[in-house]
């Protein structure tokens, strides 16, 4: 991968972080945390999954 592509770690806000996504982003194009509605298994519901350290 590039120097500006990192993998980051995204959380369910629903469960407490219990349900986690891997996903690449950009540096360059994306500078702020990434904030994606995604589909918790934990919680049966499509919720905002937020990005972590």
């Known amino acids: 991968m590039g120097d500006n592509i ?3 770690a995204l959380e369910c806000t629903g ?3 219990k349900n986690r996504y891997h996903i690449r982003k950009n540096k360059k ?3 702020d945390k ?3 509605k995604k589909y918790c298994k934990f919680c ?6 937020k990005e972590t350290k």
Do not use: F, P
């Open 6 to 8: 990192v993998v980051v």
């Open 29 to 31: 194009v994306q500078r």
């Open 15 to 17: 469960c407490n972080g």
């Open 44 to 49: 049966n519901k499509h919720l905002i999954h």
């Open 34 to 36: 990434l904030e994606i």
